[in-house]
């Protein structure tokens, strides 16, 4: 089976690199790149294609709602899911109008793995 691409996206490095080690010790041949920004996801995507999108909601320019928007037509069959500690109602109910997941933060290693779960089936 081939190694699942995933793409990170939130402008806290720290958030990157905890989500990417999670990631990673389960499974160290998967692809996980980086975005700090919507815009820079996007242009990521289009080259990376990948199975599994995470983003934070609160980031400078393009937000991570509108950005999973974006994404979810560039990508219809991609995993698509906010990680984010804003938990404002209106927040969930755009993710769920829009087809993304949902998951709130903290970053944990059970939280990833519910996440990559719809990949290792």
């Not at 996980?32 to 815009?39: F, K, L, R």
């Not at 209106?90 to 779960?117: D, N, S, W, Y």
């Amino acid at each position: 089976m081939k190694p699942s691409t995933v793409l990170i996206v939130d402008d806290s490095r720290v958030s990157r690199m905890l989500t990417r080690q999670h990631i990673q010790v389960r499974h160290a041949d998967w692809v996980v790149e980086e975005a700090a920004t919507g815009d820079e996801a996007i242009a990521k995507a289009k080259g990376l294609q990948p199975d599994l999108v995470l983003l934070d909601v609160n980031m400078p320019g393009m937000n991570g709602v509108d950005a999973a928007a974006a994404l979810r037509v560039m990508l219809p069959n991609a995993h698509i899911s906010l990680l984010t500690a804003n938990v404002q109602a209106a927040t969930r109910q755009r993710a769920e109008e829009i087809g993304v997941g949902f998951m709130e933060k903290p970053i944990t290693a059970e939280r990833i793995a519910q996440l990559i779960a719809p990949l290792e089936a």
